[in-house]
């Protein structure tokens, strides 16, 4: 929904409201008059934040179109951050079995000849 600011005639104090389209032309009540619609201009915030990029030439990338140039310019493809593609959530007793069963591989690693250098 969005975000609309209503003045009050009386004393000049501003209130935001965040309601339906349909509702923004009723009025609310302050200092016990009717406060008016003031119409703003709608406020944009960025949610893009600066990042080092982690391959190519590891510059500073600070806005979207710099991303986009970029992704082109090295022929980058976005695989995304949807939380529907993550894989599932394992619970800590499965957590725990993978835990020991790396464990235990490693393990049988470490007696094998020749392995990590012990010559």
């Known amino acids: 929904m ?3 600011e209503y003045a009050c005639p009386r004393c ?3 209130v935001e409201i965040c309601r ?3 509702d923004r032309h009723r ?3 302050h200092c016990g008059v009717k406060t008016k619609l003031v119409i703003v201009p709608p406020m944009i915030r960025s949610t893009f934040a600066p990042f080092r990029a982690v391959t190519g030439d590891r510059r500073v990338i600070n806005n979207e179109t ?3 140039k970029f992704m082109r310019e090295f022929r980058l493809a976005e ?3 949807d939380p529907s593609m993550a894989p599932p959530q394992e619970s800590e007793k499965a957590l725990e079995s993978r835990r020991k069963r790396a464990f235990r591989d490693l ?3 470490k007696d094998l000849p020749n392995f990590g250098g012990d010559e």
Do not use: C, D, F, S
Request: aromatic share 4%.
């Open 27 to 29: 009025a609310t009540r």
């Open 107 to 109: 393990q049988q690693l």
């Open 20 to 22: 339906k389209v349909a």
């Open 12 to 14: 000049g104090a501003v």
């Open 2 to 4: 969005p975000l609309y």
């Open 79 to 81: 695989i995304g951050n």
């Open 66 to 68: 710099e991303r986009r």
